[in-house]
């Protein structure tokens, strides 16, 4: 079993920057690939972005690519999500999520642990 819990959601402006954490207890972090997910207004859960168990890895959503940064630090069991360039369509509900894949894993089903997610909101 692996805990998950996210931080760092928040209100921010369009153009603005937020840092989202995940800190995971339980199971060997390391063991774990790490995935952001969200899910917007009215809409499905949608991949954001992912890094690999030792960090070599990232995989992003052609909407988020250039603008958020995925890294993960092990030794602090955290997985973060650095948002840049925030636009009022990022806003809604950002969740971590861990698996035990390799590759590039973008759909929600094939992550086995979430957090309970926290709210992003990008005013214009």
């Known amino acids: 079993q692996v805990q998950l819990a996210e931080f760092g959601g928040g209100l921010v402006q369009a153009g603005g920057s937020l840092r989202l954490s995940c800190a995971a207890s339980?199971?060997?972090?390391?063991?774990?690939?790490m995935g952001w997910f969200r899910q917007l207004p009215g809409k499905e859960r949608e991949f954001v972005a992912r890094?690999?168990?030792?960090?070599?890895?990232?995989y992003y959503a052609d909407s988020v690519k250039g603008r958020f940064t995925i890294s993960r630090d092990n030794a602090k069991n955290t997985v973060y999500l650095q948002m840049n360039s925030l636009k009022p369509e990022d806003t809604g509900v950002y969740y971590c999520?861990?698996?035990?894949?390799?590759?590039?894993?973008?759909?929600?089903?094939?992550?086995?642990?979430w957090g309970q997610g926290t709210q992003v909101t990008v005013s214009s």
């Open positions: 890094i690999s168990r030792n960090g070599g890895s990232t």
């Open positions: 339980g199971r060997t972090f390391s063991s774990f690939a």
């Open positions: 999520a861990a698996d035990e894949g390799i590759g590039k894993v973008t759909a929600p089903h094939r992550y086995e642990y």
